[in-house]
């Protein structure tokens, strides 16, 4: 699913990642841990496309990433990848719906199946009543799985989390790691989730650790 060759990143003469290899599965949820400054967001955005690799390879489903175009890319990243953030990223001026169904109107969807799909995935995350509700209405557990359906809504094969449950108290943490697994048993995502938090890390198939650039 996805296969990561010799990865290396600098930023100026800070050499932030040192050559990872590294395999996952489909259908995997990893964890990827560490102390900050390993590199594990740097890792995540290179696999997620939003950033290049000095040298090495991304591949996802077979694809070779690091050979796409910028607008390839851009289509490729649209249609496989989801991302799920620790602070939402939602847009406040429209509605949770609305939020969601972005990505399709990305991909050229029309507003009826746009929609259609945004209902299914409320409906799946139990915020349908909450449809019409801005970002600023909703709780913090409200908008990380409006987030996460968002992230859902053209139905991409791998889903990528930093962080996802940082700003979230310890109810809507386990309510949202449980999330995790719900949508891999529903959808079949791969997911590869950056974390601090030690139970998210401690319930997924494989923890990866990272430390100084290096997997360890």
């Known amino acids: 699913m996805i296969t990561v060759n010799n990865i290396t990143k600098s930023f100026g003469s800070l050499q932030v990642l040192k050559g990872i290899d590294l395999h996952i599965e489909k259908g995997e949820v990893v964890s ?6 390993a590199g594990k967001t740097t890792l995540l955005q290179i696999i997620g496309t939003l950033d290049r690799p000095d040298s090495g390879t991304v591949s996802i489903n077979g694809i070779d990433t690091t050979t796409l175009s910028a607008k390839r890319l851009a289509d490729f990243r ?9 602070f ?8 949770a719906i609305e939020n969601i169904m972005i990505p399709a109107f990305i991909a050229g ?4 199946e746009a929609r259609q799909r945004a209902e299914e995935l409320l409906t799946f995350m139990n915020l349908t009543e909450r449809a ?7 709780s913090g557990g409200e908008k990380q799985r409006v987030a996460v359906a968002r992230a859902l809504m053209n139905n991409p094969a791998v889903i990528l989390a930093d962080e996802p ?12 790691h449980q999330l995790f697994f719900d949508l891999r048993e529903r ?15 401690a319930i997924t198939d494989r923890t990866i ?8």
């Open 109 to 112: 969807k029309g507003p009826g």
């Open 132 to 138: 019409g509700h801005k970002p600023a209405e909703l």
């Open 187 to 201: 959808f079949g995502q791969t997911f590869v989730i950056v974390t601090h938090d030690e139970s998210l890390a």
């Open 88 to 95: 939402h990223q939602l847009l406040p001026e429209f509605t």
């Open 165 to 176: 449950s940082g700003s979230l108290d310890s109810k809507n943490k386990e309510e949202l």
């Open 78 to 86: 649209n249609s496989n990848i989801g991302f799920v953030f620790q």
């Open 209 to 216: 650790k990272m430390k100084d650039g290096l997997l360890i």
């Open 32 to 37: 990827i841990v560490g102390p900050s400054g």
